[in-house]
């Protein structure tokens, strides 16, 4: 069992709609949680970061953390065209410091 | 924010030949540099963890000597592929350890596309 599950998808949404992008893992140390985007041939940029279980906001963007069940979410609001790319969950242990897992990522695609 | 880039952002050479790449930290000095590689709809494999001053950390499974990673400033690491063949083509992903908050995060590089012939 891979530590990290992801959908690759592909996932297709019209504009404007509710995007929920989901991982779970098996590992209960990880303690820090990530969201990665990836345009198409370029390097994943950091785009949510969570410690621990509860939610956070960023504009359009949610991502929420249930440690009891080891599932992991982010929410899109009002997708847009530019939010089409892969998005990958990352996450790590107790330390900062420690290397990070990812997902496989979800191929994201939001038709105007 | 923390800018990580990579250079060449592509590259073609022939079978075994060798390549650098390089990976620069543009506005913080970055201690520990990692290093991936990413294959077609898959998720980003770490090869090794680089350590400025020190030697590289291989992840199981990677040859050290065919991937030979130097850290020899706080500003850059480089990975050079020795002896490639058509299998090591792939796409090259590094990023560099920086302060995020009070924790610290991982910022990526824009990769390098290698394809051995």
């Known amino acids: 069992q891979k530590e990290v599950e992801q959908d690759p998808g592909p996932l297709s949404v019209p504009e404007g709609a509710i995007v929920s992008l989901n991982c779970t893992y098996s590992?209960?140390?990880?303690?820090?949680f990530m969201w990665y985007r990836q345009y198409s041939r370029k390097g994943p940029e950091l785009l949510m970061y969570?410690?621990?279980?509860g939610n956070k906001e960023d504009g359009r963007f949610t991502a929420q953390v249930d440690k009891s069940s080891k599932y992991i979410s982010l929410f899109i609001r009002d997708s847009q065209p530019s939010d089409s790319a892969t998005y990958l969950c990352?996450?790590?242990?107790?330390?900062?410091?420690?290397?990070?897992?990812f997902g496989r990522g979800t191929q994201l695609t939001v038709w105007p | 924010g923390a800018v990580v880039s990579q250079h060449p952002s592509r590259v073609i050479c022939k079978s075994g030949t060798s390549v650098k790449i390089e990976c620069r930290s543009l506005?913080?000095?970055?201690?520990?540099m990692f290093w991936y590689r990413q294959f077609p709809k898959q998720s980003l494999m770490l090869m090794a963890t680089?350590?400025?001053?020190?030697?590289?950390?291989?992840e199981q499974g990677v040859e050290k000597d065919k991937f030979l990673i130097n850290h020899a400033s706080l500003t850059l690491s480089t990975l050079t592929v020795t002896s490639a063949h058509p299998e090591d083509s792939s796409f090259y992903i590094c990023?560099?350890?920086?302060?995020?908050?009070?924790?610290?995060?991982?910022?990526f590089g824009p990769g390098t596309r290698l394809t051995v012939t």
């Open positions: 990023s560099a350890r920086a302060p995020h908050g009070q924790s610290y995060e991982q910022y």
């Open positions: 990352a996450m790590k242990g107790g330390s900062t410091l420690g290397r990070l897992y």
């Open positions: 506005d913080f000095q970055a201690t520990t």
């Open positions: 590992n209960s140390a990880f303690q820090y």
């Open positions: 680089s350590n400025e001053g020190s030697k590289a950390t291989y």
């Open positions: 969570t410690y621990s279980s």
